[in-house]
């Protein structure tokens, strides 16, 4: 894509600086997923213990607490290093987003340290000093500031997919907000975090049913694998199922919001009505594919109507493809959508007018008749600003092969962990009986388990194939429609950038090995050690 | 300190804690160290805050700028 720009900047330092973001939020994420799920875990194995009062409860409540604080501790301050880049590598950007960004941060922040460290440390030391009913609430207020810590970083993100409740001010070049409300509220970030920490619950779930496969493989505290895994399995099946019902919202926003992420998921070229989602397809996964002459991609297998239906709730509604929207196209109930040629003329008049509007305000000369007419242009046109920046057309069509497989892994593993937490059901309850007569869960042959075990790697490849479907999909954008990656990127020697890379590339993986390590240790010495 | 009042007792659930702390003391041991090199080593040395190294106290007036000229063809 880069190539064919006229860049004003050095493409390395975009890559790079993209390539920075992308492994530290890949790495940050790896953490996050776990500690929201496992809080559910250990939050409903404590509230057994609260209602029971058998020690057993206890112990085993203990025991995914501490791998919960194995988890948490490896992954607190990750999250940090996306600030810094913001402020050295995403400087312009950083600027232009003004507070919009920068409040939700600041409450995430506020809520993440008084929240969940007040919790953790009773959870973690206060079995003796504090009332079991308090301790309980403290482990589930734990979780429950995690995901309240994760509602305001999805807020901030929502708001770059769709900006709303802000207001571009040509004075201090930052966007400002204008109401609260609609951007902690945006339908966006409202989906994103539900489809987000539903399909969380599904990675602490298939770790705990690992975990516990484990212990039954090597036939040692099997009490506490049959019962956690009970709970793991349906924390695993509800959230898997609340994924897929949430991931059906996301798509809807998408298709109204983000049209291109949405044909790019599906490789849909030319879109139309009754459209159908497609299930299988070749997508070379190296080579974008050559959408403005080919009718769909090859061998294609899809499922009738089904992506009309994902995208509008209609098994007849229109889907725009990738050349509808680069050529412009006119929806069934008459909506007319310019041409990405059309779009791009007027940012170049918002970017002109923001140009003259600055020009004639520091002029002393000017009377006021220049600044308001040129502000009245710059908002008259400020909703295609980003498009100023775009050269060819084409470069508003993200890497299709990326967005296609990523979105069919994910929602693949989604539907095999569905699948799979129905299985582990079926076996704990024995259901149905005639298949479970001469078996049960914790006899079955050793590669049973080892399945299970498999199944957490997966886990993560499905979540993480899901950020990069969020965010290779709204490419080139930094935030959508307003500010391409190349007028984000400060302007940074690509060496440099890269260096910081490799360097984070070591610590990460050094860090990464160490957490599995010690979880590891803490699984293999059980529930009984500390 | 009396006893039984709410600071002591919150003054003995974290010392109590982290006295009788031992898989948690090797994971402080980590997180200190992680603080250490995200806050010392990357923060100072790595990831200077760009704006204030280059806008001169005039940040709109850099970004302004850096914007502009990148829309030029």
Known sequence: MLQNLFLNIDAGTIDWSRAQFALTAIYHWLFVPLTLGLAVIMGIVETYYYRTKDEFWKTAAQFWQKLFGVNFAMGVATGIILEFEFGTNWSNYSWFVGDIFGAPLAVEGIVAFFMESTFVAVMFFGWKKVSPGFHLASTWLTGLGATISAWWILVANAWMQYPVGCEFNPDTMRNEMVSFAEVALSPFAVSKFCHTVTSAWIIGAVFCVGVCCWYLMKKRDTKLAIESMKIGAWVGLIGALLAGMTGHKSAQDVAAVQPMKLAAMEALYNGGTDVGLTAVAWVNPFVQ???ANEESAPLKIEMPYALSFMATNDIHGFVPGINDILNGYTTPDGKVEPSIDEKIERGKKAIAALAAYRQAKFNSSDDGTTTAYQLSVLKENMPYFGYGYIKDKNDIVPFIPVNFWSFRIMVGLGCLFILFFAIVLAGLYK????LWKKRSIENLPAWHYWVAIALIPLGYIASESGWLVAEFGRQPWTIQDMLP???AVSDLNAGSVALTFFL????????????????LKQIKKGPDSE | MRKDSFLYR???LYADGFRSMRLGRTLWAIILIKLFIIFVVLKLFFFPNFLKTHAAGD???FVASEILERSLP
């Open chain 1, 289 to 291: 594919p050559d959408y």
């Open chain 1, 431 to 434: 259901f149905p009986k005639v």
């Open chain 1, 485 to 487: 990656t190349w007028a």
């Open chain 1, 504 to 519: 984070f590339l070591f610590l990460f993986t050094l860090m990464l090995a160490v957490e599995i390590n010690i979880l």
């Open chain 2, 10 to 12: 919150v003054y003995d």
């Open chain 2, 59 to 61: 940040e709109p007036a």
